[in-house]
């Protein structure tokens, strides 16, 4: 829900309510109405009633204030949507204006072609088109980004599926048509021609669809404490260069898969870069898979930190993808097993937050890595998510042929992952002290989750236990027994 919150200014996204009552019904002329007045008749049109302000014109002050007050809203609105710490990104909030100059301009024109015909006290003008869009505005605008803050902090059925699902998408959706409707019917009333109407409408959707298609601004993106102090990431035609010269050496060096052995192969993929602890994590685990499970030359380790530009190719989706394809090429794809680990922050949206400034970096969610999977014939493969609300990649990830383990259930946060921790509760349960012991995943997990149980409680964790979920798949199971006994006779 995140990426679909409406990233204009809604203050450009309404229209004016004309009222049509003969003149006797009108409101009698008040060319001096107080502010709330205008707020509290643009609350009225939002539920399609029209606004009593004929004849009234509103002050700069006047517009100014609830240009500044909506403003404020909207912001408030949008930090509700980030899963705990946020950073304001006051470049996304400036190109999120980008719709002002042709609403305005559109409604300037249609509110020119408005000829009086002696009828009375009418409303008319842009300032007061203006001023009664925002407080139009705020009802749909706050009811859509709440609905988005409710998604991605999880408290609205994380889990849903079928109907529950469908009836989800149907509130999204006429949320949004809600809106839409509002701003065509004040229109209407204000301009009183159709064709003004229709054009004001096709500009306003037209900026919602490439708002919620293209630009999907992060106006505030989650900030873990101390990230003000992380390194940052220069960018220049030498950093480039260096990361391709850096990613050749990564695929050049892995090795090929040895007939008639079950290699175990690895991608490890860290794309938070303003927390050492997913650093500290990915090569931990790197080196795990390395000393453990004979993964010597074998494991492509993804990360983005700015300490570490020259050594290790950037954890971005591409790379992802294109890692995969390159372990594909080398290991036998329907015997040798892939292992992939991915450690970050995470969402009730289920996307795996991504960071590396300047460096534009898109999110992960578990669709996107099926399908790179499906798309990598890779057949065998143990997964696991060390992330908040991790258990939603469950469902998306689940084949007969998939081992997935996950941090946390669809509902609850992780633990471990703040600037002062060595290691998440997770990654530390599982592969820096359990996978040390076996070679047994499913057998490390469930000694793991006791281990977390009382770790987040003795840490005083207040919103539950994280609650970690597995799911095997019954076709992997007799090739990680397979493997398991092959690593111990080689010890």
Not at 224 to 237: D, H, I, R, T
Not at 400 to 422: E, F, I, R, W
Not at 429 to 450: G, I, N, Y
Request: net charge neutral; hydrophobic share 50%.
């Amino acid at each position: 829900m995140q990426g679909a919150r409406w990233h204009h200014r809604p203050m450009t996204d309404a229209s004016l309510s004309l009222d049509t009552r003969p003149p006797a019904a009108q409101a009698p002329a008040n060319t001096d109405a107080p502010t709330w007045r205008w707020l509290l008749e643009g609350l009225r049109a939002a539920f399609f009633l029209r606004p009593r302000m004929a004849g009234c014109a509103p002050r700069p002050l006047q517009v100014l204030l609830l240009s500044v007050l909506f403003e404020l809203l909207m912001l408030g609105l949008w930090w509700l949507s980030v899963v705990g710490p946020a950073a304001f990104s006051g470049l996304a909030w400036l190109v999120s204006w980008w719709m002002v100059a042709p609403l305005l301009w559109v409604a300037w024109w249609a509110l020119s072609r408005v000829s009086g015909d002696g009828a009375g006290p009418r409303l008319q003008g842009l300032a007061s088109w203006y001023m009664l869009t925002v407080g139009a505005a705020v009802p749909t605008q706050t009811a859509f980004m709440a609905f988005g803050a409710l998604s991605v902090h999880g408290w609205l059925l994380p889990q849903a599926t079928g109907f529950a699902a469908t009836a989800l998408w149907a509130v999204q959706w006429g949320l949004l048509l809600w809106h839409l409707a509002v701003m065509a019917v004040l229109m209407a009333r204000f301009a009183r021609r159709a064709v003004p109407t229709l054009a004001y409408t096709a500009v306003l959707t037209g900026g919602f669809a490439v708002s919620m298609l293209y630009l999907n601004l992060q106006v505030w993106t989650p900030r873990a404490e101390g990230a003000a102090n992380a390194p940052v990431l220069s960018l220049s035609q030498e950093s480039f260069e260096q990361q391709q010269a850096v990613w050749q050496d990564a695929v050049q060096g892995l090795a090929a898969e040895r007939p008639g052995t079950v290699d175990v192969y690895g991608l490890v993929f860290a794309p938070y870069a303003a927390e050492d602890v997913f650093r500290r994590e990915s090569h931990m685990v790197a080196e795990v898979l390395r000393q453990r499970f004979d993964a010597q030359g074998l494991v492509l380790h993804l990360l983005n930190h700015a300490e570490t530009s020259g050594e290790l190719p950037w954890a971005t989706p591409l790379n992802l993808e294109r890692g995969l394809q390159a372990l594909a090429a080398r290991m036998d794809r329907e015997q040798d097993v892939l292992v992939v680990y991915m450690t970050s922050h995470g969402g009730g949206d289920f996307q795996l937050a991504a960071s590396h400034w300047p460096l534009d970096v898109q999110p992960v969610t578990p669709q996107w890595l099926r399908e790179a999977l499906d798309q990598a014939g890779i057949r065998h493969r143990v997964i696991a998510i060390s992330a908040c609300y991790s258990g939603g990649w469950v469902p998306p990830l689940a084949t007969p042929t998939t081992l997935v383990m996950t941090a946390a259930d669809a509902t609850h946060t992780s633990y471990g992952c703040g600037h002062k921790s060595p290691l998440t509760f997770f990654g530390r349960a599982l592969f820096d002290e359990e996978l040390r012991k076996t070679h047994d995943f499913a057998q490390a997990f469930a000694r793991a989750v006791p281990v977390i149980r009382q770790r987040e409680e003795e840490a005083g964790k207040d919103d539950g236990f994280s609650n970690p979920q597995i799911s095997m798949g019954e076709d992997i199971a007799p090739v990680l027994q397979a493997l398991r006994a092959r690593l111990e006779a080689k010890q």
